[in-house]
């Protein structure tokens, strides 16, 4: 299941890149590209906006549109997990928060100067973005994030 995030629900799009599904970011594309986007790599257009929802693509079906209609990232993240059961799919920090590019784990030897010292002293297993070069560890701050996933992912 793949995803494409409109400009107005941008911080759900990077909780869902961080639980890691596919959730291209649109920046500020307009409507007309988005929906082309979402139609030509089959993703699922997830928006507030209204207008989007009453487009013949969209009333038709051939357009697949979660509207978002609650308020705050914890919220929504709960909405999109529920409406498209996404628990079990949850593949928490194998996808770059930033850029959406898939995570290689890599080797405590080739993050050395990436990472704090404290970090690369007390962490074995990293995962590093290909593109950004960004590097992710198990530290309190990735914990933290899984629970609020798993806390998004519980049935209300
Ligand atoms: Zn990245």
Same mark, same amino acid.
């Given at each position: 299941?793949?995803?494409?995030?409109?400009?107005?629900?941008?911080?759900?799009?990077?909780? %869902? &890149?961080?639980?890691?599904? $596919?959730a291209a970011y649109a =920046?500020?594309?307009?409507?007309?590209?988005?929906?082309? +986007?979402? !139609?030509?790599q089959g993703r699922i257009?997830?928006?507030?906006?209204?207008g989007i929802l009453k487009?013949?693509?969209?009333?038709?079906?051939? %357009? &697949?549109?979660?509207?978002? $209609?609650?308020?705050?990232? =914890?919220?929504?993240?709960?909405?999109?997990?529920?409406? +498209?059961? !996404?628990?079990?799919?949850?593949?928490?920090?194998?996808?770059?928060?930033?850029?959406?590019?898939?995570?290689?784990?890599?080797?405590?030897?080739?993050?050395?100067?990436?990472?704090?010292?404290?970090?690369?002293?007390?962490?074995?297993?990293?995962?590093?973005?290909?593109?950004?070069?960004?590097?992710?560890?198990?530290?309190?701050?990735?914990?933290?994030?899984?629970?609020?996933?798993?806390?998004?992912?519980?049935?209300?």
């Amino acid at each position: 299941m793949r995803f494409v995030v409109d400009s107005n629900v941008e911080k759900l799009g990077r909780w %869902l &890149r961080i639980a890691g599904f $596919d959730a291209a970011y649109a =920046g500020n594309m307009d409507d007309n590209r988005l929906v082309r +986007l979402a !139609l030509d790599q089959g993703r699922i257009l997830l928006t507030r906006d209204r207008g989007i929802l009453k487009r013949r693509v969209a009333v038709g079906g051939r %357009l &697949r549109v979660v509207f978002i $209609d609650r308020d705050g990232t =914890g919220a929504q993240l709960r909405q999109v997990f529920s409406a +498209l059961q !996404l628990s079990a799919a949850m593949r928490p920090f194998s996808r770059c928060a930033e850029c959406n590019t898939s995570l290689l784990p890599k080797l405590k030897d080739e993050v050395g100067g990436l990472v704090p010292p404290y970090v690369y002293r007390t962490h074995e297993q990293y995962m590093q973005c290909p593109d950004c070069g960004r590097v992710y560890w198990r530290g309190t701050h990735w914990e933290r994030m899984v629970k609020e996933l798993e806390a998004a992912a519980e049935p209300a």
